[in-house]
Nanobody, 127 residues
């Protein structure tokens, strides 16, 4: 069982930057598909960014593309979500997740494909 712990959330002004971290224990992140999701108040949890196992192929939601960057540092066994140009509508709880074998597809967006989730970290963007 992979245990994930997010950190890096906080309060930031619109236009600012934050870097979220997702530290993994009990498994090697480089071998798994990694995703970042978020849930805003009163809304369903949604896909933000995904990283395919063993390679650096990324996928982003329309709202995240060109502003957010998902990366993975294998030596740290940690995934990151670098967020810039933050907007008030980015306010949400952000979750990281991993998809472990067996894999159903290379599509990083379906939440049901993910096996382990972190506890979430709050990001609040003031306008």
């Amino acid at each position: 069982q992979v245990v994930l712990v997010e950190s890096g959330g906080g309060l930031v002004q619109a236009g600012g930057t934050l870097r979220l971290a997702c530290a993994a224990r009990g498994g090697m992140l480089g071998r798994y598909n990694v995703g970042w999701f978020r849930q805003a108040p009163g809304k369903e949890r949604e896909f933000v960014a995904g990283l395919l196992r063993n390679v650096d192929i990324t996928d982003y939601s329309d709202s995240a593309r060109n502003r957010f960057t998902i990366t993975r540092v294998e030596a740290e066994n940690t995934a990151y979500l670098q967020m810039s140009g933050l907007k008030a509508e980015d306010t949400a709880i952000y979750y990281c997740a991993v998809d472990v074998p067996p894999y159903s597809s290379d599509n990083r967006r379906p939440q049901d494909d993910y096996d382990s989730w972190g506890q979430g970290t709050q990001v609040t963007v003031s306008s």
